[in-house]
């Protein structure tokens, strides 16, 4: 696909949204590396998540309206959009996909969205190497060497690994993705500093942590009522070490990544308390929630309270109930 | 072992016929109904799909019927329907039940081997072979049957003789046990069938698409497929079938499996990866409609069911293409009839006059058609 048209580089832009929360900074690379200009989508902000809702199924989860909107906003200033499409995306010996609408994301925009620019698809399934497969296919389609895009894929790889690296350290999700992608110091967004009073571990999908607007400032909430916080994006791309507890056989790789997460941070002594973000209407959330809480996967006796986001955004009843979970856990601590 | 599985539309005969030819005793708990619903819906996680809190509420009424044994499906699929069996269990438990769980999945093949072994007891084989013959031919018969009075439905002269046709034969059908008696008993349906009177008028084509539990059970979709026979004269044809459903994952009718096959491959070009529901079949469904002589084309799906939503994004643009008429009905707890039976009207009314057959004497067939408890509702008015 040819798309230069003249000018100096072709801009791909990819939709800050669902899985773009883990591939975007390695994309980047990749694209810069291979001589494309490449644009992340801004925030997410109110109008976006207003016409994403408008121009999409309603009974779908909020994250999937968030992509639509992202995709509406790049429509104009790019040539191609690049959507992320995860199905394989650790080995093990049973089959494993991701959530569907992850998925059937580029299909969805393909078909759902009108006057869109063309849809380009990194697909990440399977194989030794599932990320160099999919930058190899993504190669073809954008007519870049194979050479090239070997040594690109080196380069994005690093890239990848860094913003991995930033979000195990414990810094604000949405921060470091800002830092892996344009640069800039990540270390004022450091969630985990101090020695908080209490210390609260909040779970999520990452799409749903490092959207600021879709989980109205959660993080920083958490900071201001002078919480310490971790998170779920700190287990990222660790991939089952020594878990504690037998994880229920699941398919869905990303739901076994939280529920492992939940099952070490309950876990780790200086966790008072625990917080599980989901979006109204996620599918695999449903299930596994049940199951950590039933299952014991969450250790029994630590208070957990699950958060669900929508589109509508007004956050005081969430902000409420946030106060009175950090109030709780601050008293329970000063009863012992 | 007395074993109980979750209703699904008439899946029940096969079934009940496969395990009490094993010499294991089978609970049927009663049909679905608003009760079932709200019994699972009570227990069942918020956001979870609507047939898990029916067939949670199915499971529910079976164990207090004493059932000692669940049976359900299980699988690793992208749906959540593979999980099921293990929620609901574990709910089931932690309510305080006692009972043993038989998980059939591919994973778990031999333990359910296992369990069955040790439950049927010697010359199992043999037996099992005997009993899977039986549960096809009972699959089969039903299945047929079901089209039959599909077909004749909407157009029946007397409202309803077909489906007191249908009630009676599956009744008998079920009473048979052996396949000699099935075949007999398919056969006097048959015949049967084709004696009820037909009138005349036009009648409209529609296919069904959607989510595989909500198509087949009426207690749930509300009687779609009566509903717009009877009311709009609309034939509807799900294009999932109890009969697919139990054959299908077990290769005992192998070309249902050469169906889905050519259904993936149809739909690849708008769902290259598999999601793990019938979103193959539904857009296989949508992309041949119109060459199978259907007027219209309606998508039924549980609220924040994963595959049919994504499915939902897709049909609209690909069926504007089509030139299909397309309905999408929602299902959750809520569900009204009244707003529903609006929907089907207008949407039938639609396809007649789409077909060109709007002609005074049909629509005017379409009036009088109507369900007798809203004429007496007229009655008390006055």
Redesign the interface.
């Known amino acids: 696909m040819d798309m230069r048209d003249g000018r100096e580089a072709a801009v791909v832009g990819i939709p800050r949204a669902l899985a773009a929360y883990k591939y975007a900074p390695f994309l980047v690379a990749f694209l810069e590396e291979c001589g494309f200009k490449a644009v992340v989508s801004p925030p997410t902000t109110s109008s976006i998540v207003k016409e994403g809702s408008a121009s ?2 309603e ?2 989860c909020v994250a999937v309206k968030v992509l639509f909107g992202q995709a509406l906003r790049l429509r104009d200033g790019v040539d191609l959009l690049l959507v992320p ?1 995860p ?1 394989k995306v650790e080995k093990r010996p ?8 992850l ?2 994301a580029p ?2 925009l393909r ?2 969205l ?1 006057d869109l620019p063309p849809v380009a698809e990194f697909l990440v399934s399977g194989g030794r190497e599932p990320l160099l497969r999919g930058c190899m296919g993504l190669a073809k389609k954008l007519k870049i060497p194979p050479w090239r895009a070997y040594r690109a894929y080196r380069k994005a790889y690093a890239a990848g690994e860094r913003y991995f690296r930033l979000l195990r350290s414990g810094v604000h999700p949405t921060k470091a993705l800002e830092s892996a992608i344009s640069g800039g110091n990540p270390e004022d967004g450091l969630l985990a500093a101090g020695n908080g009073d209490p210390t609260v571990a909040v779970i999520g999908h990452p799409y749903l942590l490092g959207d600021g607007h879709v989980s109205h400032h959660l993080l920083e909430r958490l900071r201001g009522l002078g919480a310490r916080v971790l998170t779920s994006c700190m287990y990222e791309g660790l991939g089952g070490g020594c878990i504690p507890v037998p994880i ?5 790789s990303y739901e076994r990544e939280l529920a492992e997460s939940a099952a070490l941070l309950s876990r780790r002594g200086d966790v008072d308390g625990i917080l599980y973000v989901t979006s ?8 596994v ?3 950590l809480r ?2 014991g996967i969450v250790r029994p006796g630590v208070p957990f309270m699950e958060l ?1 986001l929508d589109e509508h955004d007004g956050p005081s009843g969430f902000h409420t109930r946030l106060e009175a979970f950090v109030d709780m856990l601050r008293r329970k601590r000063r009863s012992f | 072992m007395r074993i109980a599985f979750p209703h699904m539309g008439n899946a029940y005969i096969p079934l009940k016929a496969l395990v009490e030819e094993l010499g294991l005793e089978a609970v049927v708990p009663p049909r679905p109904s608003q009760h079932s619903l709200k019994e699972g819906s009570k227990h069942a996680p918020e956001f979870v799909c609507l047939p898990f809190k029916v067939t949670l509420g199915d499971c529910i009424a079976a164990l207090e019927m004493g059932a000692d044994t669940l049976a359900m499906v299980c699988g690793m699929w992208a749906c959540r329907f593979g999980y099921y069996g293990r929620t609901q269990h574990l709910i089931l438990r932690d309510l305080g039940y006692r009972f043993e769980s038989l998980l059939i999945g591919r994973e778990q093949i031999g333990e359910v081997l296992e369990k069955l072994k040790n439950a049927v007891g010697r010359g199992w084989q043999k037996k099992l072979a005997r009993a899977l013959r039986l549960f096809r031919a009972k699959a089969r018969a039903v299945d047929e049957l079901e089209r039959m009075a599909g077909e004749i439905r909407p157009r029946e002269a007397v409202k309803g003789a077909a489906d007191r046709l249908l009630e009676t034969s599956l009744s008998r059908l079920e009473a048979a046990s052996t396949l000699k008696e099935i075949r007999k008993r398919a056969e006097e349906a048959r015949t049967a069938f084709l004696e009820i009177p037909l009138s005349e008028g036009p009648v409209a084509r529609v296919r069904v698409v959607g989510e595989l539990y909500v198509l087949l059970e009426p207690a749930l979709n509300l009687d779609l497929v009566r509903r717009l026979a009877w009311n709009c004269r609309v034939e509807a044809r799900p294009v999932l079938s109890t009969y697919r459903w139990l054959l299908h994952p077990v290769w005992l009718d192998p070309k249902l499996n050469l169906e889905s096959y050519w259904a993936r491959r149809k739909a690849r070009p708008y769902l290259p990866q598999v999601l793990g529901g019938e979103e193959h079949m539904t857009m296989a469904g949508a992309l041949t409609a119109r060459r199978e002589g259907y007027d219209g084309l309606i998508h039924a799906l549980p609220l924040t069911c994963m595959p049919e939503n994504i499915c939902r994004t897709i049909l609209p643009e690909l069926c504007e293409k089509l030139d299909l008429p397309l309905l999408t009905l929602v299902f959750d707890e809520h569900t009204s009839p009244a707003g529903l039976d609006a929907r089907l009207e207008a949407f039938a009314d639609l396809l007649m006059a789409k077909k060109g057959k709007a002609t005074r004497e049909g629509r005017a067939h379409i009036r009088v058609d109507r369900e007798p408890p809203c004429q007496g509702r007229k009655r008390n008015f006055a």
């Open positions: 999409c199924v009974d779908i499409r199905v049973h089959d494993t996909f991701t959530c569907p609408k998925m059937a299909d969805m078909h759902g009108r229920p056989p699941l398919s869905w109204f209407g996620c599918g695999p959330d449903s299930l929630l049940e199951m039933r299952e669900v």
